[in-house]
């Protein structure tokens, strides 16, 4: 029995205690600090867009683009935007605290993400966009959906925020997007404890991520002609994530590291593996995970249990949001089938690939997954 | 001429660096981190409440906090909560994004409260809480409130972010809320930059605070039945609040000891200072405001133009909610009239209180004023 192996753990080895011990020293607390301007900088450069804007965290990222989105573009009340059904809540969310209307797209067997062939047939003349995540570590087919975005005059919202530093055909995710958004959560490639960031090539959607995250405050500092949120990031969090950006490159080749150990231990089992790559895109692998094979008995929930009894933490795959009871409860849903979504829900879970994993723990891992069948 | 005065500075002398060292020594950043759980009991522990829950700050803290209550207490869409209208917008806009209305009460001409002998007046049937804030550091006459929310069965909703380790007739600000909330913001006697907490002796209302902070995650992980928010704070945050709690009774003294400065220096200028004390409470200075005379013919805009030429930053006073043209674009109106809150905010204005301000700064700046007359 090995000790408790957690889903994740973050690497701060690098210049993370200088630069937090630097913010202590001078004073340098709040979101005016001097790490988040730089963090701004750093990370819009990295990710080839212009401006970045940064946030206390992912959804609250997606929220706030929609909701600059909404104002810049003039959308409507319930116009709709495509949203992967395989995915976290955040993005259904940030939809709907927004008034628009999510239209669910399921995903590829193979990839898990958004169905490209799949969006054409529920762009509407009310579709205004399209929201594309890159799950777990593999970039969507971004070409395909800049055609269509292109067709159908949509904008794209690219929530990258399980691919920093990943690129799809040699270009960085993130510089797709008319708007782009991240997550610096715990177990994200450039992690903060928590933290987002917006990016865009557009000033004024920028502009007014800047305006709706800081309580809409104008020159006159207490007159608001608007409603905002408070969504401001400290410095703090700014100076980890400045630290953390510093060595994404050694950060990526160490999850690649252990999602390459993965495949090749787990290659014989009957369950699909995290697609190593695609012919635009290889997996960086945010997150390791397995679809266990139609024909095996076993579902992930059980899998879990026992790998949790052998120390093992595990994460279930995302609730296809279109059977989410939070969603359907707002009146949200149609006659559309994702049967893949919901078929790797009850198949899905992903592993650990924490900073820190070992060899022998990987090796540990992989033995007690072959036991379950 | 001086060099820049800004309005407010932390003083991080104790153990924040110590406590941040520890967070990157051991991997510890994220919201789950041992300096979240034990900023949420000391910081209860402290105000006199058996709950704590940290969020991302202030305002989060009071959206979440009436979530809860409207969830907890089955109030209904439009219900009204009492409301002081001077005051910063967070608390009206907490109110409008749980769908609640906001009613706003104006405040005393000679501590800025809210004045208790006009709150019943707008008391009707709808009348579920109140909103209690204690503006600038000076306690509101919560006995007074208190009576009137048992004979009209009120919850309070006690909003401290203006006083942490304030006492009203002896006993904790923060104590007396059904539910209380504090922000952390860098000019706070508490500041981790931006950070909040919501408190409360309730656990059911705790619970709920913390189902709805975080994304109203349930025990299958990814499957939601309502809509929440990522309000989670960082263990990065709550170390530095941690290490600044333990020393709160210091930076009160200086806090006391500037406002002390101030009170002599100022004491014959045609303006109304914050009030030093009432029977009730002492003022801990937060920040220091002053309401110029309504004979003289200088305004708040005037007199801090000819400060900042002075190199000395100031702020100037809540503009009334009820003016709020985010608020009256909601048709959020009455005929209720608030005379004091709208003039306090043509003529107050407060001065530089950062905990590293030197006597001879708070002579200078003193000295500006006095020439302003």
Same mark, same amino acid.
């Given at each position: /029995?090995?000790?408790?192996?957690?889903?994740?753990?973050?690497?701060?080895?690098?210049?993370?205690?200088?630069?937090?011990?630097?913010?202590?020293? =001078?004073?340098?607390?709040?979101?005016?600090?001097?790490?988040?301007?730089?963090? #701004?900088?750093?990370?819009? @450069?990295?990710?080839?867009?212009?401006?970045?804007?940064?946030?206390?965290?992912?959804?609250?990222?997606?929220?706030?683009?929609?909701?600059? /989105?909404?104002?810049?573009?003039?959308?409507?009340?319930?116009?709709?935007?495509?949203?992967?059904?395989?995915?976290?809540?955040?993005? @259904?969310?940030?939809?709907?605290?927004?008034?628009?209307?999510?239209?669910?797209?399921?995903?590829?067997?193979?990839?898990?993400?958004?169905?490209?062939?799949?969006? #054409?047939?529920?762009?509407?003349?009310?579709?205004?966009?399209?929201?594309?995540?890159?799950?777990?570590?593999?970039?969507?087919?971004?070409?395909?959906?800049?055609?269509?975005?292109?067709?159908?005059?949509?904008?794209?919202?690219?929530?990258?925020?399980?691919?920093?530093?990943?690129? $799809?055909?040699?270009?960085?995710?993130?510089?797709?997007?008319?708007?782009?958004?991240?997550?610096?959560?715990?177990?994200?490639?450039?992690?903060?404890?928590?933290?987002?960031?917006?990016?865009?090539?557009?000033?004024?959607?920028?502009?007014?991520?800047?305006? $709706?995250?800081?309580?809409?405050?104008? =020159?006159?500092?207490?007159?608001?002609?608007?409603?905002?949120?408070?969504?401001?990031?400290?410095?703090?969090?700014?100076?980890?994530?400045?630290?953390?950006?510093?060595?994404?490159?050694?950060?990526?080749?160490?999850? =690649?590291?252990?999602?390459?150990?993965?495949?090749?231990?787990?290659?014989?089992?009957?369950?699909?593996?995290?697609?190593?790559? /695609?012919?635009? @895109?290889?997996?960086?692998?945010?997150?390791?995970?397995?679809?266990?094979?139609?024909?095996?008995?076993?579902?992930?929930?059980?899998?879990?249990?026992?790998?949790?009894?052998?120390?093992?933490?595990?994460?279930?795959?995302?609730?296809?949001?279109?059977?989410?009871? @939070?969603?359907?409860?707002?009146?949200?849903?149609?006659?559309?089938?994702?049967?893949?979504?919901?078929?790797?829900?009850?198949?899905?879970?992903?592993?650990?690939?924490?900073?820190?994993?070992?060899?022998?723990?990987?090796?540990?891992?992989?033995?007690?997954?072959?036991?379950?069948?």
């Amino acid at each position: /029995m090995s000790e408790f192996i957690p889903v994740f753990e973050p690497l701060l080895d690098g210049n993370e205690k200088k630069y937090l011990n630097e913010c202590i020293d =001078k004073g340098w607390i709040g979101s005016n600090g001097p790490f988040v301007k730089q963090l #701004e900088h750093d990370f819009s @450069a990295y990710c080839c867009q212009k401006y970045g804007s940064t946030v206390t965290n992912g959804t609250a990222a997606l929220e706030v683009a929609l909701q600059a /989105m909404k104002d810049e573009y003039s959308w409507s009340d319930y116009d709709e935007i495509i949203v992967p059904s395989f995915n976290i809540i955040s993005s @259904a969310q940030a939809c709907i605290y927004n008034k628009l209307k999510p239209v669910f797209v399921d995903c590829e067997d193979e990839t898990w993400n958004i169905d490209v062939n799949k969006i #054409e047939q529920v762009i509407t003349p009310k579709t205004r966009g399209i929201i594309v995540v890159h799950i777990y570590g593999l970039p969507s087919d971004m070409y395909k959906i800049l055609d269509l975005a292109k067709k159908y005059n949509l904008k794209i919202i690219e929530d990258a925020a399980q691919a920093h530093g990943m690129t $799809y055909n040699g270009k960085k995710c993130g510089s797709f997007g008319d708007i782009s958004t991240f997550s610096f959560y715990t177990n994200k490639h450039v992690a903060s404890g928590e933290g987002g960031i917006v990016l865009s090539s557009d000033k004024n959607l920028i502009d007014k991520v800047n305006y $709706y995250k800081n309580l809409c405050f104008t =020159k006159d500092r207490f007159v608001h002609n608007h409603l905002g949120h408070n969504l401001r990031m400290s410095n703090l969090q700014a100076a980890v994530a400045c630290a953390q950006l510093e060595k994404i490159e050694k950060t990526i080749a160490i999850k =690649k590291h252990i999602g390459g150990l993965y495949q090749e231990l787990l290659k014989n089992i009957p369950a699909k593996l995290s697609k190593a790559k /695609m012919p635009y @895109a290889e997996n960086h692998y945010w997150v390791f995970g397995l679809v266990l094979n139609d024909d095996i008995k076993l579902n992930a929930k059980t899998a879990m249990e026992k790998l949790a009894q052998a120390n093992i933490e595990t994460r279930p795959f995302f609730y296809s949001l279109h059977l989410q009871r @939070a969603v359907l409860n707002l009146g949200i849903k149609d006659n559309i089938s994702r049967p893949v979504s919901e078929k790797i829900y009850e198949k899905g879970f992903y592993i650990p690939t924490g900073l820190t994993l070992t060899v022998e723990k990987i090796e540990y891992i992989s033995n007690q997954i072959k036991a379950l069948f």
